[in-house]
């Protein structure tokens, strides 16, 4: 993993600038900062390396084609990089590599069938910059599933792309708050692509390639799309089925182990991580290192089953223990790790992982994207089991039942009473913010309207912001979404889309990154994803478990003792610490200084505090998106108005 950088203007550029600037990003490659700039010198590109294959020099970028056409700033990894130098030697037996990287394997690949054709054929995590000096055209795309980050913006007429947006503060680049941006933070705690913070910068999309010409002039292509009704193999076994994902599994995973550096993996002690570490022990001669966190809270806490899982596989197991003295040491860094407002609370004890995984290690597989692709979170359960019951029933009872259950999720004896009939009858657990999402959701008139409660944090009804800052963020849903949701397969495709590389995805590559530290993601080969999405509904889910797939798959390998615990998820007590230990700083951020009245409504976000300091409410994912924005305007020195 690198960072990677690139100007495009009509003048020449300040060079000594552009370095500046890149060092911005120096975490992200600490190993070598390179840069290139063309004879007119309108045209830099910037690359800071994080060495894992190929450490020479050989490998530094920006990097040149052998016919020098084309110049390459490239962050990732092609995992399928030997298969293609095969290839190019069958095409070409008198070709000469100069190095033993995917980044120049990338380049002849370009150079061989041309940029989108040659891209398709990428499996891998990538975001890049290609700039081609015969026809002076700039290429920015990145991987299928939005792995790696990539800004971009036309701005005056000169075109700026990134990996991060400290880059662009450091150009002095003309940067104005979004309120898209913002919107659409406050409703699911990030900002999906193609928006940004800043209304005049922009995130590439998964699989998209973008053709920039003579800077007033651009186009666009996706070179690879997953079907919102993929096409499903009816003909297909389970046990067909659990073979197929078992060999295309441990192929994943044994193309990312390929490193010449130190390799190691998370482990929560969760389905998702058991099964990569599984496989890493059983494609490798090597015991592999594993990392988790425990937490001295019990609600949050499950360490035990990582260490279980550990004992049984016989890794090199480090454990690290997390306290609230560890979030205050995090808290203050969170605004130069993640670049623009990011509101997932996970965030915190994802970057003392990957700070504390980085002092054994510098590569780490992670078990991202196992639910998204084979069916785990609980509203797949949910509604696979109860659709049918939630959308017969009348309306006037849903809002019955709803209410219920809300008031059932303020009382801590009923809600003690449900956890327990359905940690028991559904294998799930449930916190009082859960209950109370499903409740609200329960009183939806449609499945898409339940979809987006329980993925939006605020809704309409209790906005953060005044009425003139705020927009509906419903009808940006609509432009982003073209289809409708009937099922949970409908749901799974949309959190493949969004969640996934909007929060999930952005939350590992900037905790890792931050410390130097490169993640992989074996779930999201490519191959792996399109099989997934290929399977009939019945393969992935039956009854309350999902996964089954993945289930299936460590039942020879894992006690199903220690699989059939109950899962809450890697969230970190919150709620507890802003009446505690996060207080004073909470306090000081909503209340101190209110000199941003123009876009926040401060009498909503008052009577939030005060229920959930009284403990009436919890609502420590709605403050926590307001403390995010505001600390990260001050700490970035912007101004919240638009």
Same mark, same amino acid.
């Given at each position: 993993?690198?960072?990677?950088?690139?100007?495009?203007?009509?003048?020449?550029?300040?060079?000594?600038?552009?370095?500046?600037?890149?060092?911005?990003?120096?975490?992200?490659?600490?190993?070598?900062?390179?840069?290139?700039?063309?004879?007119?010198?309108?045209?830099?590109?910037?690359?800071?390396?994080?060495?894992?294959?190929?450490?020479?020099?050989?490998?530094?970028?920006?990097?040149?084609?052998?016919?020098?056409?084309?110049?390459?700033?490239?962050?990732?990894?092609?995992?399928? $990089?030997? /298969? %293609?130098?095969?290839?190019?030697?069958?095409?070409?037996?008198?070709?000469?590599? +100069?190095? #033993?990287? &995917?980044? !120049?394997?990338?380049?002849?690949?370009?150079?061989?069938?041309?940029?989108?054709?040659?891209?398709?054929?990428?499996?891998?995590?990538?975001?890049?910059?290609?700039?081609?000096?015969?026809?002076?055209?700039?290429?920015?795309?990145?991987?299928?599933?939005?792995?790696?980050?990539?800004?971009?913006?036309?701005?005056?007429?000169?075109?700026?792309?990134?990996?991060?947006?400290?880059?662009?503060?450091?150009?002095?680049?003309?940067?104005?708050?979004?309120?898209?941006?913002?919107?659409?933070?406050?409703?699911?705690?990030?900002?999906?692509?193609?928006?940004?913070?800043?209304?005049?910068?922009?995130?590439?999309?998964?699989?998209?390639?973008?053709?920039?010409?003579?800077?007033?002039?651009?186009?666009?292509?996706? $070179?690879? /799309? %997953?079907?919102?009704?993929?096409?499903?193999?009816?003909?297909?076994?389970?046990? +067909?089925? #659990?073979? &197929?994902? !078992?060999?295309?599994?441990?192929?994943?995973?044994?193309?990312?182990?390929?490193?010449?550096?130190?390799?190691?993996?998370?482990?929560?002690?969760?389905?998702?991580?058991?099964?990569?570490?599984?496989?890493?022990?059983?494609?490798?001669?090597?015991?592999?290192?594993?990392?988790?966190?425990?937490?001295?809270?019990?609600?949050?806490?499950?360490?035990?089953?990582?260490?279980?899982?550990?004992?049984?596989?016989?890794?090199?197991?480090?454990?690290?223990?997390?306290?609230?003295?560890?979030?205050?040491?995090?808290?203050?860094?969170?605004?130069?790790?993640?670049?623009?407002?990011?509101?997932?609370?996970?965030?915190?004890?994802?970057?003392?992982?990957?700070?504390?995984?980085?002092?054994?290690?510098?590569?780490?597989?992670?078990?991202?994207?196992?639910?998204?692709?084979?069916?785990?979170?609980n509203r797949y359960i949910l509604f696979n089991r109860f659709q049918k019951l939630i959308t017969n029933c009348p309306m006037p009872l849903r809002l019955v039942?709803?209410?219920?259950?809300?008031?059932?999720?303020?009382?801590?004896?009923?809600?003690?009473?449900?956890?327990?009939?359905?940690?028991?009858?559904?294998?799930?657990?449930?916190?009082?913010?859960?209950?109370?999402?499903?409740?609200?959701?329960?009183?939806?008139?449609?499945?898409?309207?339940?979809?987006?409660?329980?993925?939006?944090?605020?809704?309409?009804?209790?906005?953060?912001?005044?009425?003139?800052?705020?927009?509906?963020?419903?009808?940006?849903?609509?432009?982003?979404?073209?289809?409708?949701?009937?099922?949970?397969?409908?749901?799974?495709?949309?959190?493949?889309?969004?969640?996934?590389?909007?929060?999930?995805?952005?939350?590992?590559?900037?905790?890792?990154?931050?410390?130097?530290?490169?993640?992989?993601?074996?779930?999201?080969?490519?191959?792996?994803?399109?099989?997934?999405?290929?399977?009939?509904?019945?393969?992935?889910?039956?009854?309350?478990?999902?996964?089954?797939?993945?289930?299936?798959?460590?039942?020879?390998?894992?006690?199903?003792?220690?699989?059939?615990?109950?899962?809450?998820?890697?969230?970190?007590?919150?709620?507890?610490?802003?009446?505690?230990?996060?207080?004073?700083?909470?306090?000081?951020?909503?209340?101190?200084?209110?000199?941003?009245?123009?876009?926040?409504?401060?009498?909503?976000?008052?009577?939030?505090?005060?229920?959930?300091?009284?403990?009436?409410?919890?609502?420590?994912?709605?403050?926590?998106?307001?403390?995010?924005?505001?600390?990260?305007?001050?700490?970035?020195?912007?101004?919240?108005?638009?």
């Amino acid at each position: 993993m690198c960072g990677i950088a690139g100007v495009w203007s009509t003048n020449s550029l300040n060079r000594d600038r552009f370095v500046s600037a890149l060092k911005s990003m120096y975490h992200r490659g600490p190993d070598n900062l390179g840069t290139w700039f063309s004879m007119d010198g309108n045209v830099g590109l910037g690359h800071t390396r994080l060495a894992i294959i190929d450490l020479e020099e050989s490998g530094n970028q920006p990097m040149t084609s052998n016919s020098g056409r084309y110049v390459l700033t490239f962050n990732g990894e092609i995992y399928n $990089y030997k /298969e %293609l130098r095969n290839e190019l030697s069958q095409l070409n037996p008198n070709i000469i590599f +100069s190095s #033993s990287s &995917d980044t !120049e394997i990338l380049l002849y690949v370009i150079e061989y069938f041309g940029v989108i054709e040659g891209i398709k054929k990428l499996n891998g995590m990538f975001a890049a910059g290609l700039w081609d000096k015969s026809d002076k055209n700039m290429y920015l795309f990145r991987d299928r599933s939005g792995e790696k980050p990539l800004y971009y913006g036309h701005i005056n007429s000169v075109l700026y792309f990134a990996s991060e947006l400290k880059f662009f503060n450091k150009l002095g680049a003309d940067l104005r708050l979004s309120p898209e941006g913002v919107n659409m933070f406050f409703a699911q705690g990030n900002i999906p692509a193609p928006f940004s913070i800043y209304k005049n910068i922009f995130k590439a999309l998964p699989a998209q390639i973008m053709t920039f010409k003579n800077f007033d002039s651009s186009s666009s292509t996706t $070179y690879w /799309e %997953l079907p919102s009704n993929p096409d499903i193999n009816l003909n297909i076994s389970f046990e +067909s089925a #659990s073979k &197929d994902f !078992e060999n295309l599994f441990l192929q994943s995973v044994s193309e990312q182990m390929v490193s010449d550096v130190s390799l190691g993996a998370f482990l929560s002690g969760g389905i998702d991580s058991s099964a990569v570490v599984a496989a890493m022990q059983e494609v490798s001669e090597n015991k592999a290192q594993t990392h988790s966190i425990g937490f001295a809270e019990d609600d949050y806490d499950e360490s035990h089953a990582a260490r279980e899982i550990a004992n049984h596989l016989k890794t090199d197991h480090h454990e690290f223990q997390f306290t609230a003295k560890d979030a205050l040491a995090v808290i203050p860094k969170l605004n130069q790790v993640y670049c623009e407002p990011f509101a997932d609370s996970s965030q915190i004890p994802t970057f003392f992982l990957c700070q504390e995984t980085k002092k054994s290690v510098t590569v780490a597989l992670s078990g991202d994207g196992g639910d998204e692709l084979f069916g785990g979170y609980n509203r797949y359960i949910l509604f696979n089991r109860f659709q049918k019951l939630i959308t017969n029933c009348p309306m006037p009872l849903r809002l019955v039942l709803g209410k219920i259950l809300i008031l059932a999720s303020r009382n801590n004896i009923s809600l003690a009473f449900f956890d327990f009939f359905a940690t028991k009858l559904l294998n799930l657990q449930f916190s009082s913010e859960k209950l109370e999402k499903i409740s609200i959701a329960l009183m939806q008139s449609s499945i898409t309207e339940m979809y987006y409660v329980l993925l939006q944090q605020w809704n309409q009804s209790n906005w953060p912001l005044i009425d003139q800052a705020s927009i509906d963020v419903q009808t940006i849903y609509s432009e982003l979404n073209s289809t409708s949701i009937d099922s949970f397969e409908d749901m799974r495709f949309h959190d493949y889309k969004n969640y996934l590389p909007n929060d999930i995805l952005v939350k590992v590559d900037r905790a890792a990154m931050a410390n130097s530290l490169e993640t992989r993601v074996p779930f999201l080969d490519a191959r792996l994803i399109e099989f997934a999405f290929s399977l009939p509904p019945n393969y992935l889910i039956k009854g309350n478990q999902g996964k089954l797939l993945i289930r299936k798959f460590l039942e020879k390998r894992v006690p199903k003792s220690i699989l059939d615990q109950p899962k809450s998820g890697f969230g970190v007590p919150i709620e507890h610490w802003l009446r505690g230990p996060l207080r004073l700083w909470a306090e000081s951020l909503l209340f101190e200084n209110q000199d941003d009245s123009n876009i926040f409504d401060h009498a909503v976000i008052q009577k939030k505090w005060m229920e959930h300091m009284n403990s009436t409410q919890n609502w420590h994912h709605h403050l926590w998106s307001v403390l995010m924005l505001k600390s990260w305007s001050k700490d970035n020195n912007i101004n919240l108005i638009f």
